[in-house]
């Protein structure tokens, strides 16, 4: 079998109106003996993602090279601190601290960045591009933030874009809606796209660990950004949302105009009372295509306990997906952490390497068509249920005013929950409303916060049902 020429039967197949249990023997093309080819990788960011990327190249080079016919190279790596203990062993002659080291390089044919931020990754990959080398990256920020130039600069240059790891870890997100959704009218989806804040939440609602606690665990696992505060005020979430809804809806998204809320405000008590009325807290994503523009938001939400994303737990994420076709498809898996990054990584460099051994590289797009700029449609005319949780004095009357402001401004009260006051002044009810519009309900709380019975300033939790 080893001797070249020999050919190799793959499988059976049927075909409709042949006996079934007759099955066709198929001959597979003749088998490729040649030596693997030599593709040259670069890397900048050896932290969380890169140590995985490259313990996945040390470990897995070889049966790379045996199943898809590219060998891969580790050519140079860049850090900032050349002195800092590393997760894995690189070799001193190609660590650098000069990302030009790794660009300039002849021998680096692909580039992987994995330093993060906006600038200057955004210059190290356009002068990439202009070196006629490839790029792999999990930089949503910059793809959400500065994406315009980005693929405008891989367009030109014509190279290749690899993005699977911006959004959603190790689940291959991206892949399944650009290629296997390529025919369907992709009209919503919502997910759970932070591993950091799914963590948090769920720490806190099953231990009852504290915000920071739980926080500082998300850190410590390698799941939160540089910057923390990207993960717990939503922005990271945002950054995977444009990513997200320019591949399924074809649209060039004005990042700043994505509403954005976090998790921060979020208390335990919140997340008690929302399990009392039969809900979890889950921080999501939400893109819909509407008549009049695009609804895309991010915020805290009340989901009821048998939906499908209130099982999402810990740093796993998911994304539901609606296609007009297809319709509900659920996507799930980790959506932090090293290995499931680098994996999502790896299959972007796979592939752009496949396609250079066969000539494919510059030809297949991996950003599909330019998209069209589409109107965000403001925060103020989203039409939801609300959970308002108001803190007032424990007195007669209270109540009865805050129905009246609810009433005056077109909203129907679906029902009220006064909770223990727990010897305070003031108590805690919640409210949930009937669908409103988010103008009238800011409208109302405007008045009711401006009141002095009202102790702090109220919560307000939308609701979503939409599966
Ligand atoms: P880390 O902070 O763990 O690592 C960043 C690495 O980049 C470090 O090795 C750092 O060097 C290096 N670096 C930063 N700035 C420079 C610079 N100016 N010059 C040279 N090297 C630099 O980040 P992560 O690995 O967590 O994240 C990397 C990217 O992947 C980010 O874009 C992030 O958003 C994205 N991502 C992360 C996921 C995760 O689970 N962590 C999941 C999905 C995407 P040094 O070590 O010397 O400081
Ligand atoms: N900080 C991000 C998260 C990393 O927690 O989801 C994955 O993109």
Not at 32 to 41: F, L, R, T, V, Y
Not at 46 to 69: D, Y
Not at 385 to 411: C, E, H, M, T, W
Request: hydrophobic residues 40%; glycine residues 8%.
């Amino acid at each position: 079998m080893a001797k070249l020429g020999l050919r190799r039967y793959l499988g059976v197949v049927e075909i409709a109106g042949s006996n079934p249990v007759a099955p066709i023997l198929i001959k597979k093309e003749k088998m490729n003996h040649s030596e693997p080819k030599e593709i040259g990788i670069g890397l900048i960011g050896l932290g969380t993602v890169g140590s995985g990327v490259v313990k996945t190249l040390q470990a897995r080079a070889s049966s790379i090279a045996r199943e898809t016919g590219v060998k891969l190279v580790l050519r140079r790596v860049c850090v900032r601190s050349l002195n800092k203990k590393r997760a894995v062993k690189v070799p001193k002659n190609i660590l650098t601290a000069r990302p030009e080291t790794v660009i300039d390089d002849p021998q680096v044919e692909i580039l992987i960045e994995l330093a993060g931020g906006i600038h200057p990754a955004k210059e190290w990959i356009e002068k990439a591009f202009a070196l006629k080398k490839h790029v792999v990256t999990a930089n949503k920020a910059l793809l959400a933030e500065k994406g315009k130039s980005v693929y405008l600069a891989a367009r030109v240059h014509r190279r290749r874009l690899g993005f699977e790891a911006s959004v959603c870890g190790g689940i291959p997100i991206l892949r399944a809606i650009r290629e296997g959704l390529a025919s369907d009218n992709v009209t919503h989806f919502l997910g759970i796209v932070n591993g950091t804040c799914n963590y948090i939440l769920t720490e806190m609602s099953q231990k009852g660990l504290s915000f920071s606690k739980s926080l500082s665990e998300a850190q410590q696992k390698g799941y939160a950004e540089a910057n923390p505060a990207l993960d717990v005020d939503g922005v990271d979430s945002a950054h995977k949302l444009a990513v997200l809804s320019r591949l399924a809806f074809q649209a060039e998204v004005d990042f700043k105009k994505i509403y954005v809320e976090g998790i921060r405000r979020i208390t335990a008590a919140d997340i008690v009372y929302a399990k009392e009325l039969g809900y979890v807290i889950k921080l999501l994503v939400i893109g819909k295509k509407k008549e009049k523009g695009l609804e895309l938001r991010v915020h805290p939400t009340l989901l009821p306990l048998d939906h499908p994303l209130s099982s999402v737990r810990g740093v796993y994420n998911a994304v539901y997906v609606h296609g007009d076709h297809t319709g509900d498809l659920l996507f799930y898996g980790r959506g932090a952490g090293m290995m499931p990054t680098a994996s999502a990584v790896m299959s972007d460099v796979i592939e752009i390497a496949q396609d250079m051994t066969k000539g494919l590289d510059a030809m297949r797009s991996s950003w599909g068509n330019e998209p069209s700029a589409m109107k965000i449609l403001p925060i103020g005319d989203l039409v939801s249920k609300y959970y308002l949780r108001f803190q007032v004095k424990d007195k007669p009357g209270v109540l009865g005013s805050i129905a009246k402001i609810l009433g005056d401004n077109k909203i129907s009260i679906l029902s009220v929950h006064q909770k223990d006051s727990l010897g305070s002044r003031s108590v805690p009810v919640v409210i949930l409303t009937y669908e409103a519009k988010e103008s009238d309900i800011r409208r109302a709380l405007q008045k009711i916060d401006s009141s002095p019975d009202t102790q702090e300033k109220t919560q307000l939790i939308r609701v979503e049902a939409l599966i």
